[in-house]
Every structure is written in C-alpha cells, then in structure tokens.
C-alpha cells in the first residue's frame, strides 16, 4: 500500500493549487482519504476527507469554501483543489488513507496508511 502525493508548489496569496494522491497497491474507492497539513512547529491537523462509502466529503473550518476534496476512481487519485490561498495555508501537505469504519475524518489518529509530505507554500 503506498501513497504519493504531488502537485506542491509556491503561490502567490490568492492563487490556487490542485495537489493529487496516487495510490498504487490498493484501490482507492474502497478507503477513506484524508489530507492534511503540517505548519513549521505546529502539529499535523486534518484538512479534508472523502468517505469511501458514499463519497461524503468533510472540511475544517479554516478551508470551508476554499477547498475541494475530490476523487478519480478510474485514475486511482484523490485531488485536493485548493483555492484563494492564504499565507497560512503553507505547509507541507500528506495524504492518508483507511479502511476501516472512522468517526473522526479529520483526526490523524483515524488512518493507517500515509504519503510522503508535498510543499505548499503561499507567499507574495
């Protein structure tokens, strides 16, 4: 089971980003997929999930209409559309994935299955 997230990059505040979740070994309809963030000296927290179930989708409040959690189960990938960036938004950004039944989409402790980070930085 892996995942591989991409798409990171610097933007100006206000831009936008897409960031993508490949996974290979597994297919990805069957999991939940979350993302989530790490700031420099923050703790990681949840920023979105897609259920495997029925494809309901969760935000935190700080990326509620900004962000779109989206999924390709032709291409195996999980999107994270990212508009109207902020500063704040910088971080580096994982992409995680569970099987299991979750109560908590946006508690890291939810899942069992983690990428490698991705860069966003957001800065004029």
């Known amino acids: 089971v892996q995942l591989q997230a991409s798409g990171g990059g610097l933007v100006q505040p206000g831009g936008s980003l897409r960031l993508s979740c490949a996974a290979s070994g597994f297919t990805l309809d069957y999991y939940a997929i979350g993302w989530f963030r790490q700031a420099p000296g923050k703790e990681r927290e949840g920023v979105s999930c897609?259920?495997?179930?029925?494809?309901?989708?969760y935000y935190a409040d700080s990326v509620k209409g900004r962000f779109t959690i989206s999924r390709d189960n032709a291409k195996n990938t999980v999107y994270l559309q990212m508009n109207s960036l902020k500063p704040e938004d910088t971080a580096v950004y994982y992409c995680?994935?569970?099987?299991?039944?979750?109560?908590?989409?946006?508690?890291?402790?939810?899942?069992?299955?983690w990428g490698q980070g991705t860069l966003v930085t957001v800065s004029s």
């Open positions: 897609i259920s495997s179930s029925d494809g309901s989708t």
């Open positions: 995680a994935a569970t099987d299991r039944s979750i109560l908590f989409p946006l508690i890291k402790y939810e899942y069992d299955y």
